[in-house]
């Protein structure tokens, strides 16, 4: 008899022990819930008071992000538009440069506090991340071997795309049918085009035009055929930052309407990529 009272109470208080653990873990999880969010919502004020703003970018994108050939310095229109909402925001720049692939997930890490990197709006994407207003509005293009048989968009099922996996523009490819192979880049990516090893590349056409400007003996070529969809381009950054995402849109709003953002994007590539210049 004594040794059944021993070990009902020995289960008991084991039950006891669990149950309490249980609460604990939950609190400790909910807790951790919380400070998270928490966290996210001062992003704004953490920029503020380290007068820096951290901002993820290729670097090797030309025009977009890049570094000149003779200077080395980060260049390109979005390291200037960057540079403006710094400015605006009354802080510094600071430029963290990543591989496409690991770029915007760089966000979840806290690497930086935006990314600025031709990143399209998609509704995939908004499910994890929020974005800005767009600032500008573009769309992709294939381009191919001039030796190639690929005459139009159809032609490209079963070939092999030169693509950054987890881009707009890799899934172009896969919904006209092509086999993609990885690349960590544009540069990568038009190599592999030029020495046989892949079929061609689809990427942005500005991508595209200051290409072919600096390589007019590339042996690629353009389809001429706009890609079914049109991108509209954002910043984007984490969650649950209300205030700093309507503080970026309203400096978006500000320099899209004075023409600050046309100067840069007429600097670059000889025209206003701005959303709605060309309705």
Same mark, same amino acid.
């Given at each position: ?211 072919? !400007?600096?390589?007019?003996?590339? *042996?690629? #070529?353009? %389809?001429? $055929? @706009?890609?079914?969809?049109? =991108? ?21 709003? !500000?320099?899209?309407?004075?023409? *600050?953002? #046309?100067? %840069?994007? $007429? @600097?670059?590539?000889?025209? =206003? ?7």
């Amino acid at each position: 008899m004594k040794k059944l009272l021993s070990k009902i109470l020995f289960v008991g208080a084991a039950g006891l022990a669990l149950a309490a653990c249980g609460a604990t873990n939950s609190t400790s999880s909910s807790s951790s819930t919380s400070s998270s969010a928490a966290s996210q919502g001062t992003v704004l004020k953490t920029i503020e008071k380290n007068k820096q703003l951290r901002i993820g970018v290729e670097g090797t994108y030309p025009p977009f992000s890049y570094h000149d050939t003779k200077s080395g310095e980060l260049v390109g229109f979005e390291v200037e538009i960057a540079k403006v909402i710094a400015k605006d925001l009354g802080v510094e720049p600071v430029f963290v440069e990543t591989k496409w692939d690991s770029l915007i997930a760089g966000l979840d890490v806290n690497k930086y506090d935006i990314v600025i990197n031709n990143v399209g709006v998609t509704e995939e994407r908004q499910k994890a991340y929020d974005f800005t207003a767009p600032y500008f509005e573009s769309y992709g293009q294939l381009a191919v071997s001039k030796d190639s048989g690929v005459q139009t968009l159809a032609d490209y099922s079963g070939k092999k795309s030169a693509q950054s996996t987890t881009s707009n523009f890799a899934q172009n490819a896969r919904d006209l049918g092509a086999e993609i192979v990885p690349v960590d880049g544009f540069n990568q990516a038009v190599e592999l085009v030029s020495s046989g090893r892949a079929d061609g590349t689809i990427n942005d056409y500005i991508t595209f035009l200051t290409y072919f !400007k600096e390589h007019p003996e590339s *042996t690629l #070529k353009l %389809i001429d $055929e @706009k890609l079914p969809s049109n =991108d509209k381009i954002g910043i984007i950054l984490q969650k649950e930052n209300t205030d700093f995402q309507t503080k970026l849109n309203d400096i978006i709003a !500000k320099r899209t309407e004075d023409g *600050t953002f #046309k100067q %840069i994007f $007429e @600097k670059y590539l000889g025209e =206003d990529i701005s959303v709605g210049a060309n309705n």
